[in-house]
């Protein structure tokens, strides 16, 4: 698996070896969603490629005026592959954004701010490769309906996994009552695991787009899966989960299925978080890896890993960027909040996987999720962790291998051990007041910007809107 062409000549026989009859041109918005433009393979030639595609910048939340709005797409042709859901045969060219303006990688594009920071890498001498390994969890329902009206706020999704389709009426078939019950769905075999066959669908198609897939299981909730990819470079890794988002929800759509990354979708049950494993190399050597010291983690790893967790409201800001975010990181399911580290222990937010020897050692941060865009979430923490170095290490609180999540409230504050922000308003306000570290690849406009919109499209919203639970606790007083 991996590319299928490596420049535009091989661009070109690729497509006509695939009777190719559109190019879809996709690019991130700040908040991770893809956006796209198709045009007609006879329409396209190397000098478009080369040069850019105009397209409409203003019509895109939070990105350039209506008087500056012409913009360029440039496309990455050896990010090439065939959309496997389209009725002709389409390929996929992946791009970043061209500011006409300022005659550079516009400033509030993720995949150039990713760029960016690689670029940043290689500037200061660090290292030479980054390598990131994402784990993106999900949900698959069979039905979810929303209403948010002024007076009736409220949603419901069914899953036929969830306990409370015990006692459902099925039309020509009995209620079977296989179910893996709330935390109880890690690794059970059919009937209870309900998703093989889907899951194996999505497997395919995943390495038909080019990801190298590893695994897929059943989650801990009820009609949670994960299905595991290989770590690729930082650009390689982002592009792959939108990919990877691209084909879960897309494979159950067309199964009758809706997929959602939404990190705590059910009360009471485990969400879906993205784990990030991370390493840095330098001249094919592993900079992570010091054999004999606690899990082989050498001073640049725990100085990079120093940094992550000094800057922890900023780097929340980008690898948790919803109020739904800090749901799932609650006490109780899962989801690490305790930023400290330990050995093969899922407890602490950053475990060091278990590896034998230089190429396996990497930490691996468990709390970001999937609502993030990954090139923000995987520049981020690589700049916070470059701080960290740079700084020759910040404070750090560890190693701890016992259960962290059977610590109280008291016995983390008495051994002072940090956590991550309670809330997103907790970390925006954060990242405004500490995001000096991510100037070479953010500017202030793009700062604020991203503030300001995250601020108006989840905090306030959220914070305004009554829930159910509050009519329960305070209708009555």
């Known amino acids: 698996m991996g590319k299928f062409v490596n420049n535009t000549e091989e661009f070109f026989k690729y497509c006509e070896s695939n009777e190719v009859e559109f190019v879809d041109f996709r690019f991130s918005d700040i908040k991770g969603a893809w956006h796209h433009i198709s ?65 550079e990688l516009y400033a509030k594009c993720p995949r150039s701010i990713a760029k960016k920071a690689l670029k940043v890498l290689e500037e200061k001498g660090v290292a030479d490769a980054a390598y990131f390994g994402p784990e993106n969890e999900f949900f698959i329902f069979d039905d979810v309906k929303i209403v948010d009206n002024d007076n009736h706020q409220s949603f419901k999704v069914e899953t036929d996994e969830g306990h409370w389709a015990d006692n459902a009426e099925y039309e020509g078939m009995g209620n ?58 930082i650009i390689t890794a982002a592009d792959n989960v939108q990919k990877y988002k691209y084909v879960v929800k897309m494979v159950a759509h067309l199964n009758g299925k809706t997929a959602t990354f939404m990190p705590k979708p059910i009360y009471n049950d485990n969400g879906n978080g993205m784990h990030v494993h991370q390493s840095l190399w330098k001249d094919g050597k592993n900079l992570f890896f010091k054999e004999g010291e606690y899990a082989n ?27 739904n975010s800090f749901k799932r990181l609650l006490p109780g399911f899962e989801a690490p909040r305790i930023l400290t580290y330990s050995s093969q222990n899922r407890s602490a937010a950053c475990r060091i996987p278990y590896g034998a020897g230089e190429k396996a050692t990497r930490i691996e941060t468990r709390f970001p999720d999937s609502t993030s865009c990954p090139y923000l979430c995987f ?3 690589m700049m916070a962790g470059l701080d960290g ?28 051990i940090p956590e991550l922000p309670n809330s997103f308003r ?14 070479p690849i953010m500017n202030d406009d793009f700062i604020q910007t ?7 499209r989840h905090v306030i919203p959220v914070e305004g809107r009554p829930t159910a639970f509050e009519y329960i606790s305070t209708y009555s007083c």
């Open 39 to 103: 045009y007609r393979m006879s329409a396209v030639n190397a000098d478009s490629l080369e040069h850019g595609l105009p397209f409409d910048g203003s019509s895109i939340e939070n990105w350039q005026p209506i008087n500056e709005s012409d913009m360029l797409l440039k496309p990455d042709v050896e990010s090439a592959f065939l959309d496997p859901f389209t009725a002709d045969a389409t390929v996929v060219l992946i791009c970043d954004v061209y500011d006409i303006y300022e005659n």
């Open 379 to 381: 520049a981020t923490l």
């Open 297 to 323: 983690l050498s001073k640049v790893a725990l100085d990079y890993l120093s940094g992550i967790f000094h800057h922890k409201e900023a780097v929340a800001a980008f690898t948790n960027p919803s109020t």
């Open 450 to 456: 991203y503030i300001d919109y995250q601020f108006e």
């Open 176 to 233: 079977m009552g296989h179910r893996p019950r709330i935390k109880g769905g890690y690794f059970p075999v059919m009937p209870m695991d309900s998703g093989v066959d889907l899951r194996a669908e999505m497997m395919q198609v995943l390495e038909d787009v080019g990801l190298e897939v590893v695994l897929g299981h059943h989650e801990v909730a009820q009609g949670q899966h994960e299905i595991g990819i290989v770590f690729s470079d």
């Open 389 to 416: 170095i740079e700084k020759g290490g910040y404070e750090l609180v560890g190693p701890f291998n016992e259960d962290l999540f059977e610590l109280s409230r008291a016995e983390i504050a008495e051994r002072k």
């Open 426 to 439: 907790d970390a925006l306000e954060g990242l405004q007041e500490d995001h000096a570290f991510l100037s």
